[in-house]
């Protein structure tokens, strides 16, 4: 009789100990499913081990949230995760969630928005990389809902969009970017740009708009105080700006030459036909641009053309201007950049 106690104990035992050593062992060597459920999951600082473990199940990427926090803490893997969005499918088994956990390989959409680019090449930029339409992106910028939530008073969020890069996951819309690149510029003008521009008698306004003219003209960060030093002394003594890049606004990409039918083309912007400056900025301007505006160069110029090395020649008067532009510019029918014709 006490064999057959001892023996039925001995079962029980094994049972207890062999049957979680088996789930654990199904668990581990077999995924939850064959690839084609894929999720983007969230990681969030101070997000435990258990709450996430329960969200991979309960979006059926693991079979069993206990097992897996269980395994990853006698890895040793739990102090080790890092935080951030991670693409996940049904076809990963355990071990290789957790090592892409821990090693950090979080799922990246980049979009990088460059210096001085408009709305409209940003646009373009997202369609290109299957992101947003170019349509919608640009409806998003010109939100009135959006723009009065974000305090923009104006028809657009053009110059309000920060330069810099950004992780697009799934599931955020053309209004979550937009309103994130707001709230990045904004970030940067709240700083002490803001009072420096209203000390000099410039808006906000203002400033975006040269600002984002000379991020426009300005190939060599160093010429951007030269370059804004021109169009602040224009402004100064009533002369149009006359700048290249303000011709083509909404109208086509601005590459760097423009041609005379592109600089008597009527647009609100064309500062070759309007006197002051542009309605609104033709770009988003980095806070290089902002404190070219804000500190522009002691110099007298008022006219520069582009030498074709990506550096401009700088002068004072017009007769000088023009022999500039004798010697750099190669192509008859382009207007000479920032120059009166």
Known sequence: MFRKQRRLCIVLLLIVILVPITRLTRFLLFPA????????VELSRGRSLRAFAADLEARRIITSARLFVFYARMKGGDARLK????????GLRPGQILAKMIAGDVYLRLFALPQGYSSYQAAEMLEKRGIFTRESFLAACSDRTLLKEMGIDAPSAEGYLFPGSYNILPGRSEHDVVREMIKRQKEVLSGSID???????????ELLVLASMVEKEAVLPQEKPLIAAVFRNRL??????????????GVRAFAGKVSRDDILKPTPYNTYLIPGLPPGPIGNPGKDAMEAVLNPAAVPYLYFVARGDG?????????SHNDAVNRYLKAPSTAPRGGAR
């Not at 499913?33 to 983007?40: F, M, N, Q």
């Not at 009072?195 to 306004?205: D, I, P, V």
């Not at 020649?313 to 017009?318: A, K, P, R």
């Open 236 to 249: 100064k003594i009533g002369m149009r700006l006359q700048s290249d890049p303000t011709a083509l606004y």
């Open 83 to 90: 935080a951030g969005p991670y693409q996940l499918d049904d």
């Open 195 to 205: 009072g420096r521009a209203r000390a000099k008698g410039l808006s906000m306004r």
């Open 33 to 40: 499913g064959d690839g084609k459920r894929v999720e983007i």
């Open 311 to 319: 550096s401009h020649h700088f002068s004072n008067d017009l007769a």
